[in-house]
Structures are given as structure tokens and as C-alpha cells.
């Protein structure tokens, strides 16, 4: 088999010169909302600024900034900012989304006095009461020529990826996922054992998901959908894993966080592998004792890690999430907690994480899997209660109505399977039809639900595929099927 | 990480570096060593690591420029570039190669976009590594995290990765012709069946009235009432039913209840800020109370208490002894609120604390402390002071095992403090083979003073090394307690000793001052001194005891005869000399009556040491 490489169509990531320049430009621009073009302290900011556009742009020539489902690039290389630059960056780039402004390309000939002369104007203006074509104007007016503004059209329906990029892609997510289900079992495995555990290798395999996470979700999101490799909880929690750090993505928090997020996400059931084994397989539904034997997998879990393990953020925070990853926002739930204090961050995001894999996928607590968007419409009952309304919010806006990897039946008599969420609009995601009433098809089609041209198509219902004898599996799986 | 390759030089497996450049390499990689370890050893802002970081990424980039990039191997002992070892591990102080080899990695490649802002960063993280600062314990891991421009690493995993086919799981399940369905056992196809129950009135409905997806959503394929006293017991409340077919479908409800509103991203933003604040140590104190306070089965008790011994031990390892202490703290406050509903275990709870102050858990923190000056002795003292007599023994043990002064103090500290009862316990380190375990509970009994202190002192007064015979009378000194003590290391073999011994005695308060000195003159040994100190002895007796002294010192005086010999004479002239020190009037007459006698030295001496009394009496004539 051809190696799996992450290769020269990777999304390449921003270097220090990329973040420097785009972090003076947002703080530049949040200096003149403040002050006017005199003022010392924009003068300084100015011309640091001014510093890093010019190395930037003798090294590249024109320099590029956009703004793509929220992500910022920088001449095509994703940038990623610490909590506090993302704060920054998302209150301007809101501000350019309400104007039109999809991103801004700036040209090389560009000189200092034109760049004050853009910044204030774009800093200044009433949002409410401009738009694209009128800052374009202004521009003229004011005789600035080396400034492109891109529409928001221009990025949001420019693909990152290509197909072909995006079949390699999978392959790595598939590696990557299968890995750390892997891991997840080994590490279960000698938790079991009460044997001391290594973390270096449950650290990398996070790492490589939120590698894997930063260029493309929907590959692993699919996989999750997979439903049948265990007994225990080793693809359950890898599948909380990659729903934990799409939430943690998409909140922003730093790779550091990040790789404490997934690790946490990655053991959070590992209590479990201290209850009978019989409790875990039982067949039938669970009884009154079998609950309150499994209740105790939150103790269990946090007491593993803290003996298991060796102490540091990764492990405390996992120690932590194992053991609030069943308190409900309102601190009820299990354990009983002696001092009512709000849950952990991580843990808020794993509760959704683990309640939405565990009732979709009918393995862990419910036996009988129940579908996405009827699991999502218990958790949205259960917002502010339950879990958090925020963090719920984002997550359905991540993994949509119909996460990947659903199949559906579609008003054409297609048979499709989802592809990617459509944040704009979560119940028309964008689905590969597999086939129709006559068999499959030679080449499944991509479409996008949410365009008009797609009006014809509606969804009828989810799928169950082990109903109709229908390998997920296969489908998620297979190249064929992309 | 997987190398990626726009990091590689486009055609490197061709492109043949020239020899001169190879050098150069192998230069680089040796200076690279040497700088990684200078930057570990230096603060950072110290010119050498500074300066030698430059020059060496000046270089470096350069090459890395010249051949559009760099790609390395890592073996076990030795880094090629290509097929040419370019470094070979010369020692184990210095191990490039094993260094990353160990990690797992296998490659490591620089491109063109390494720069000096790379190198600050790559030497940072491998200085973080090699000191292993906390939490840097996995160099793939601190690589991946300081996401350094213009690096990339592969490392075993990554490799294994490649080979590992994720389309082993297609294989293992049964494909067919029709690509998605599983093999049925009558060999049906059952494609068509999806399609069977889809006519309800409600899809059709449904699709008129909405224009968009249907309201069958989850029906059909999934029973919503299964599990419900699972869904119960997961926390969930009933949901109201499913929409009919007057209500808007479940994914429009979706749809809108799910849309982000703007004053989400405040709370996005307070989010992270609240996260920044995790703070580990106060998190797990937090957990390991609710997780002890919520056991009610004994062994789970049990388990719980290892769980915190354990993680106790890691906090002492780390030479967190805040945490550590605070640990212990909590375990002394869940004792009080055992005792009314299991009282037996608060017996547990007493063992583990005393475990926490044994020989083996104490031990622990040695290394640690030793790592870390910067822990100061307040913090070692106060963790000690966690625990009772019980532990005198091993922190008397540890004491010779502590390199920082600062430590061995605090330890001195408390060991004095909490031992005057126990004395017996910490006076074992005198008899301790070790000179300088010896010194310190030297310095221990000094502190807490009293006979039993002293009985175990003397035995210190033997010791062969002089370091702990000096530290008996500086300790003593310190105190102003044992003259007598101090008074017998007058007499020492080694004239350190013997100065140090005598400089102390005269810093001690007059009543310990004259004992010991009454002692000295008093010796046969006393002549065998040296005439300074002799003298000096002889004066300080005299000022010390006043009119008591005078007879003694007349007695030189009078001793003159016609064969006077040279000790003699050196007596009658120091004996002057400490009457001329002694300010009882006693003093001044038996000087008067020498200063009147047919003896003309005698007047002369008697003259001079009455003009040096009255000038310390009065300041002059």
C-alpha cells in the first residue's frame, strides 16, 4: 500500500512571520476603533506593523488574508491563535463579515500611508450602515489601490480541499482513528492490569487527530459513525474524542488545550474497565443495581487515571472530566458532589460528546440506537439543564442534524450518505447519493442539499443500516465511496 | 507528525550534497550538541547561550537554504543525510542521535521556512527536555506542541501509521457486488426493502406542506421510547413528542434552536478565559476530597487512600511540597468528618499520614529537593511540620542527603524544634559513618541545648573529621551554651580548631566565659598553649573575675628570684598585663604597691598597667 502522507497539498499551517503580521493588523485595527491616526500609541503599532507587512511582502509579494468558516488564513496558511489573539481577531473579522469582506489582499506596492489611510477607514466605518461595494469606493476616493476586498462569496464557496486531497485525507483520518482505538485498548487493557500506563503513546495519537481535525473533520466525524467494533468503549471513546476536539477546534482553544481535551475525551470511560465484565455486556437493559454498579465508572475512572498514570495537566484534567463527565449543568447527576461548584470546561464539552455517541450509537447505556437528530432533539430539551446550551449549540453546528457518515433516504428514492455539515443551514447537509430504487449507482454523486438546484431532493428519513442489512461500515470505509 | 513534504528538497534524493557542505553539516551537527547543552546549563538572556545560539542558526540556516532544505535520519547512535553519516553520538553525555532516537523519532527535516525565530524556539523545547522541566517528559510531545516554523519530525508511530491500513476493517467485512450490503443468509438483496415503508401520509405531508425535509425524521428505523429508564437514568428528562403533522418538522426545530446567536461569542470568549485558570494542583486536591468524601465501602476506602498516597508521592517527587502538605491537610480534615459515620477508618486515615512522614516517602523528596534550589526553607519546614515524632528519625536521615544549605538549615530548623523530647532519636546522626550527617545533628543538639544535648556533643568532640569538631563550637557559639565544651577543643590537635575554639570562648557570656577559662588556667595543658593565647586567656580571666583573680595573678608576680628563667618572666609581664584588665580596686592596689617597689621592672610593669587600667577605667589620667 502507497504510504499515507500528508503531502505537498497539505493545508499548511501559518508560521511565526504569518502570525506576527496578522496579530499586529488585528491589534492595529483595534487601536484606531479607539484613537485617531496621531495618536502615539497608533503610530507605534503603526509602524510595527508596518515592519512585518514589508518582510512579508518583499519575501511573498502580495500578501492574502481570509476568512474561511471562521478559520483565518494567511496567504493560504492557517493561522492559529492563542485565546486571546482569537478574541481579537474573531471581534474584526465579525466586522468584516457584516461589511461583505470575505478577506483582503494586500499589495506588495502597498506604503505605509496608504496602509494607516485603509486601516482607519475599515475601522472606522458604521457597520450597520456600509457594505462591500461602498469601502470599495471609498478606497478609490481616497486613492488606495494596492487593497483587494474579497466578498464573502469569494471564500465560502472556494473548496480548501481537492477530491483527490481529500481521499488521502480519509486515509490518514482512517489511520489515525483506528490507531486510537488501538491505543485506547491498550491503555485499557493495562488499566485493567492496575499496571502503570505510558502516556506518550495515548498523547501522540491525540495529537494526530487534532492534526488531522485542524485540515478536515468531516473525515473523522464519518467515522464515528461506524458502529460495531467493541464490547467495551474503546471506539465510543474515540469517538468522543474527535466530537471533544471539534468543539475545542471550533472554541479555540490552544494545541496544548487541545491534546489535554482529546486525552481527557479518550479515557473518560476508562472506569468502566473496573466494573464486571458481565455489567458491561449484559444484553439487557440494566436493572437497578446494574445502575448504581455502573455509577460508579465516574469514581472509578478519575481513581485509575490519578493511580495509573502519571500526574501532569494531561492526566489531572482527565482525572477530572472522568470524574464530572455525568454531572448534569445543574450539578445533579453522579457522582453527588459535596461541593456544588460548576463543572470543568472539558467536562461540559465531553458530557455532550459522550451523551450524543452513547444514545446515537446504542451500545453503552441504551441498547437500541437511537438517530442523530432524535438524540439532538432530547439534548435540546435538555439544554441549560443538562448541559451547556453554548457548547451544545456549537456542537450541533459542527456536526449538523445529520452528522457525517448518516445515511438517508432521500425524496428522489436515493439512498445517500452525509458528507459534511452546512452550517448555515443544519438540516440540508451536503450528502453523497449512493444509489436509487434500482441498486446502486457505478459512481456515488456529491451534492449539496442546501443549494436551490437541490430543492428536488429532500430528506425523508434516516437509515438504520444494520434494518436494512447495510455495511456503514463498508460505505465509511471504502475509497469507492467518497 | 508526518513529515510533510513541502518541508523536503524537491528532488533530495538526487540532489548529491557537495563534500565541503557535508563538512559543514557535520560541523553544525556538533556544534549543535554543544549549544543545546550550553542552552540548557545558561539562563537565557545569559551572552554566551545567546551568542553561540546565533552564530550557530546563522549557519544552519544558511545550509539549510544552500540545499533547499534538510532531511536527516536518526539511527540509534548516528544521523545520516542520505546515505553519508553526518553524526555519530560521541559520548553519553552528548547523544544527539540517542536523544531523538529514544523519542521514537526517525527523521527529523528542516526547510526553508526555519529561521532564527525556529531555532530560539527549537532550543527552547529541547532545553525544556533535557532539564526535564515539568511536564517536558516527552520530547515527540513538547515538538509537536512548540509547532516550530519550518521543522517537521517523523517519528515510529507515524511510520506505523502509513502501514497501517485503515481499509483492513473493509476487508474484514464481507463486500459484495453491490458494494454496501452485507451477504444475507438467503443471498437477497434487500436494497428495495428501504424503500417499502416510506409512503406514509406524513412524508408526503410533510413534504407539501414545508418545502424542505421531512417530519419522519428517526421514526420508522428507531423506537424513541426504547431504554427509557436508561434515558432516566443518563439524566434525561421525557421530551415532549415528536412533532405532528401541524407542527414544524423536528429539523426545522433543530435548525432554529441550534442557530448561534452574537451573544454567543461572549461566551465563547469567557470560556477560555475561565479554562485559563485551570489550575492542576487545586483541581486534583478538589477531586481527591470528593472522591474520598463520596466512598461508603471499605475497600473502595482503601483504594482511594492508595490513589492519594500515590499521588502524594508524585507531588514530593516533583518537589511540590505545598501541594504535597495541603494533600495532607485534607486528609487530617476528612479524619474529623469520619468520626461520626465510620469512625474506624479515621484509623486508616491516622496510618497513611504517618506513612506519609516514613523513611521511603521522605527519600522521595530528596532528589527533588536537590533539583530545586529555588524551594525555599519555609516551605520545607512547613511540609515537615506535618508530622510527628514519628518521622524524626528518617528527616534526620535525609539530612545527609540534602545539597542545598538553604534545606539542610530548614531541616536543622525543625528537626530542633520538634526533637528537644526526642532527643535520643536525633542524636543517632552522631554516631552516623558520614562526617557531614554528624556535623548536622551536631548543629541540631547545639539548638535545642540541655544536658542530654550536651552528654551526645562530647561524644562529637572525638570525631576525626575536624569539620564536625568546628561545627560543635560554632553551633554551641551560636547558642552561647557550652563553654566547657568548647573549652575542651582549646586543647585540639588541629590549631583551626583550637583558634576557632578560643575566638568563641570569648564571645560567650562572662559567667560561661570564666568557668571555661578557670578550667583552662587551671589545666597542666595550659602552658603547652601559645603565649598569645596564653596571655590572652590570662587577661580575660582577670577582667572576667575581678578581685578573684588578683591573688592568683599576684602569684606570678611573686615568684621573682634571682634565676628567673624566661617562662617566668613571660608570666610576671602577663600577669601585669591581666591586672591592668582588672578594674576591682584590689587590682589597683596591689599594682600601687608594686609600682612602689626597689625593683625597678617591677615599677615599670606595675607603672604601665596602671596607666592602661586607668585609661579603661576612666578614659585617662
Redesign the interface.
Known amino acids: ?1 502507497e ?6 497539498e ?1 493545508l ?2 501559518a ?3 504569518e502570525h506576527e503580521m496578522i496579530n499586529l493588523l488585528f491589534i492595529l485595527f483595534k487601536t484606531a476603533q479607539y484613537v485617531d491616526a496621531n495618536n502615539s500609541g497608533y503610530l507605534t503599532q503603526s509602524a510595527k506593523y508596518c515592519v512585518a507587512f514589508r518582510r512579508m511582502a518583499d519575501a511573498q509579494g502580495k500578501i492574502s488574508i481570509k476568512v474561511i468558516d471562521g478559520r483565518i488564513f494567511v496567504c493560504d496558511k492557517l493561522v ?1 491563535f492563542d ?1 486571546d489573539g ?2 481579537r481577531a ?2 474584526i473579522t ?1 466586522q468584516w463579515h457584516q461589511l461583505g469582506i470575505g478577506g483582503i489582499v494586500f499589495d506588495d506596492s502597498l506604503d505605509n500611508r496608504q496602509i494607516d489611510k485603509f486601516v482607519h477607514l475599515l475601522a472606522t466605518l458604521k457597520i450597520n450602515e456600509s457594505n462591500r461595494e461602498q469601502v470599495v469606493q471609498r478606497l478609490i476616493d481616497l486613492g488606495i489601490e494596492g487593497v483587494t476586498l474579497l466578498a464573502v462569496e469569494d471564500n465560502s464557496h472556494k473548496p480548501i480541499l481537492t477530491e483527490e486531497r481529500r481521499v488521502l485525507l480519509r ?9 486510537a482505538i488501538s491505543v485506547v485498548e491498550d491503555v485499557m487493557v493495562r488499566a485493567a492490569q492496575d499496571k502503570e500506563i505510558d ?3 495515548a ?3 491525540v ?2 487527530l487534532i ?1 488531522q481535525l485542524t485540515e478536515d473533520e468531516t473525515s473523522l466525524i464519518e467515522l464515528t459513525s ?1 458502529r460495531d467494533f467493541d464490547e467495551y468503549t474503546y471506539a465510543h471513546s474515540t469517538n468522543v474524542c474527535v466530537y471533544a476536539l471539534t468543539i475545542g477546534v471550533r ?3 490552544d ?3 487541545l ?1 489535554q481535551l482529546g486525552f481527557s475525551a479518550l479515557f473518560h470511560d476508562i472506569g468502566k474497565i473496573k466494573l464486571p465484565g458481565d455489567l458491561i455486556r449484559k444484553p439487557d ?2 436493572d437497578e443495581n446494574d ?1 448504581l454498579q ?2 460508579r465508572h465516574p ?1 472509578l475512572g ?2 485509575t487515571i ?2 495509573n498514570m ?4 494531561h492526566t ?2 482527565a ?2 472530566t472522568a ?1 464530572e463527565h ?1 454531572i ?1 449543568e445543574d450539578l ?2 453522579y ?5 456544588k ?1 460548576s463543572t ?3 467536562s461540559k464539552i465531553i458530557a455532550i460528546a459522550d ?1 450524543f455517541d ?2 446515537s450509537s446504542g451500545r453503552v ?10 438524540v ?3 439534548m ?4 441549560t ?2 448541559f451547556d446550551a ?5 456542537f ?2 459542527i456536526i449538523g ?1 445529520y452528522p457525517a457518515g448518516t445515511l438517508l ?1 432521500l ?1 428522489t ?1 436515493e ?1 445517500a450518505v452525509v458528507a459534511a455539515n452546512n452550517a448555515g ?4 447537509p451536503q450528502v453523497r447519493i ?2 436509487n ?1 434500482s ?2 449507482y457505478a459512481q456515488p454523486i456529491n451534492i449539496n442539499l442546501s443549494l436551490g438546484e437541490n ?1 428536488n431532493r ?7 443500516p444494520a ?9 465509511i ?5 467518497i | ?6 518541508f523536503m528538497p524537491d528532488n533530495q534524493s538526487s540532489n548529491i550534497m557537495p563534500p565541503e557542505n557535508l563538512k559543514e553539516l557535520s560541523r553544525l551537527l556538533t556544534d549543535l550538541v554543544k549549544t543545546i547543552k550550553i542552552v540548557s546549563v545558561y539562563p537565557e538572556n545569559n551572552p554566551l547561550p545567546v551568542k553561540l545560539k546565533e552564530s550557530f542558526s546563522e549557519r544552519f540556516i544558511n545550509l539549510i537554504t544552500e540545499n533547499s532544505g534538510l532531511l536527516l535520519k536518526i539511527n540509534r547512535d548516528e544521523i545520516r543525510y542520505q546515505n553519508e553519516v553526518v553524526h555519530k553520538d560521541k559520548s553519553e553525555d552528548e547523544p544527539l542521535a540517542q536523544t531523538f532516537h529514544n523519542s ?1 523519532i526517525t527523521e527529523i527535516s528542516f526547510s526553508r ?1 526555519f ?1 532564527f ?2 531555532a530560539n524556539i527549537f532550543f527552547k523545547t529541547m532545553k525544556a527536555f533535557v532539564n526535564r522541566e ?2 517536558a ?2 520530547l ?2 513538547l515538538l ?2 512548540s ?1 516550530i ?2 521543522f517537521d519530525y517523523c ?1 515510529v ?1 507515524d511510520t ?8 483492513m ?2 476487508q474484514e ?3 459484495n457486488d ?5 451477504n ?1 443468509d438467503s443471498g437477497s ?7 417499502i415503508d ?1 409512503n406514509s401520509s406524513a ?1 408526503t405531508n410533510d ?1 407539501k406542506g414545508t ?4 417530519g ?9 421510547n ?2 427509557a ?3 432516566k ?5 421525557p ?2 413528542p ?1 412533532p405532528g403533522k401541524s407542527l414544524p418538522d ?6 432554529d ?4 446567536a452574537d451573544s ?2 461572549d ?3 469567557a ?6 485558570q ?1 489550575d ?2 487545586r ?2 486536591i ?6 474520598i ?2 466512598e461508603d465501602n471499605p475497600n ?1 476506602f482503601n ?2 487512600l ?2 492519594i498516597e ?2 502524594q508521592s ?2 514530593l517527587r516533583e518537589g511540590q511540597l505545598n501541594i504535597a502538605g495541603e494533600i495532607l491537610d485534607n486528609l487530617v480534615m476528612v479524619r474529623g468528618r469520619l468520626s461520626k459515620t465510620h469512625p474506624q477508618w479515621q484509623e486508616k486515615i491516622t496510618a497513611a499520614l504517618t506513612m506519609a512522614g516514613s523513611k521511603e516517602k521522605l527519600e522521595n523528596v530528596v532528589p527533588a529537593l536537590n533539583r530545586r534550589s529555588d524551594l525555599t526553607g519555609e516551605t520545607i519546614e512547613s511540609y515537615l511540620n506535618h508530622f510527628g515524632w514519628e518521622a524524626l528519625s528518617a528527616v534526620t536521615g535525609i539530612l545527609g542527603e540534602l545539597e542545598h544549605h538553604h534545606h539542610r538549615e530548614a531541616v536543622c530548623r525543625y528537626l530542633s524544634r520538634s526533637g528537644q523530647e526526642h532527643i535520643d532519636i536525633i542524636a543517632r546522626g552522631v554516631f552516623d559513618r558520614r562526617w557531614f550527617v554528624v556535623r548536622n545533628s551536631v548543629t541540631i543538639l547545639a539548638n535545642i541545648g540541655g544536658e542530654k544535648a550536651m552528654s551526645y556533643l562530647t561524644k562529637a568532640l572525638g570525631h576525626d573529621d575536624a569539620r564536625v569538631r568546628l561545627q560543635v563550637i560554632r553551633g554551641l557559639s551560636e547558642k552561647n551554651k557550652g563553654a566547657d565544651l568548647i573549652a575542651r577543643l582549646v586543647w585540639d590537635k588541629d590549631e583551626v580548631v583550637r583558634q576557632a575554639a578560643m575566638e568563641a570562648l570569648y564571645k560567650m557570656d562572662k559567667e560561661e566565659l570564666l568557668n571555661a577559662i578557670t578550667n583552662i588556667i587551671n589545666d597542666e595543658r595550659f602552658v603547652s598553649l601559645g603565649t598569645a593565647e596564653q596571655e590572652n586567656l590570662l587577661i580575660s580571666y582577670s577582667r572576667l573575675a575581678g578581685e578573684q583573680a588578683v591573688a592568683y595573678l599576684t602569684n606570678f608576680i611573686s615568684k621573682w628570684g634571682v634565676t628567673r628563667n624566661q617562662a617566668e618572666e613571660f608570666y610576671q609581664e602577663a600577669a601585669f598585663k591581666a591586672l591592668g584588665n582588672n578594674l576591682s580596686e584590689k587590682a589597683e592596689k596591689v599594682l600601687l604597691k608594686f609600682n612602689h617597689s626597689w625593683n625597678k621592672k617591677l615599677r615599670r610593669l606595675a607603672s604601665s598597667a596602671l596607666a592602661y587600667r586607668r585609661q579603661l577605667k576612666y578614659g585617662g589620667n
Do not use: C
Open positions: 500500500m504510504p499515507v502522507r500528508l503531502e505537498k497539505r499548511e499551517m508560521g511565526r512571520e492559529r485565546s482569537m478574541v474573531k471581534s465579525d486515509r490518514t483520518a482512517r489511520a489515525n482513528f483506528f490507531r502516556l506518550g503513546k498523547k501522540r495519537v495529537h494526530s492534526d461506524i472554541l479555540g482553544l494545541k496544548n488545550r491534546s437493559a440494566y445502575w455502573m455509577q469514581i478519575a481513581k490519578l493511580r502519571r500526574h501532569d495537566y489531572a484534567r482525572a477530572v470524574f455525568h448534569n445533579t447527576g457522582p453527588v458532589l459535596r461541593k461548584e470543568n470546561l472539558f451523551s452513547a444514545m447505556y441504551i441498547k437500541k440506537a437511537i438517530s442523530p437528530d432524535e439532538l432533539r432530547k435540546m430539551y435538555q439544554m439543564v443538562k453554548f457548547i451544545l449549540k456549537l450541533v453546528n442534524i433516504l425524496s428514492d439512498l443551514d443544519l438540516s440540508r449512493l444509489g430504487r441498486g446502486p430543492d429532500k430528506i425523508i428519513r434516516i437509515i438504520d434494518q436494512y442489512n447495510i455495511d456503514i461500515k463498508n460505505i470505509l471504502s475509497d469507492k465511496y | 507528525m508526518i513529515i510533510q513534504d513541502y521514537g521556512q529561521n525565530d525556529s515539568a511536564g517528559g516527552d515527540v510531545a509537536w506542541q509547532d516554523p519550518g517519528t508511530e506505523i501509521l502509513r502501514e497501517f491500513d485503515g481499509g476493517m473493509v467485512s464481507s463486500l453491490s458494494g454496501f450490503f452485507k444475507s438483496i434487500v436494497y428495495s426493502n428501504i424503500f416510506d412524508v413534504l418545502g424542505k425535509s421531512s419522519l425524521i428517526g421514526s420508522g428505523a428507531f423506537n424513541p426504547v431504554d429508564v436508561a434515558e437514568q443518563m439524566g434525561f428528562m421530551a415532549p415528536r423536528t429539523a426545522l426545530i433543530l435548525n434552536a441550534f442557530q448561534m454567543d461569542k461566551k465563547a470568549e470560556f477560555l478565559l475561565d479554562d485559563a485551570f492542576m494542583h483541581s486534583t478538589n477531586l481527591l476530597n470528593e472522591i468524601l463520596s473502595e483504594d482511594t492508595v490513589t500515590k499521588v508524585e507531588y
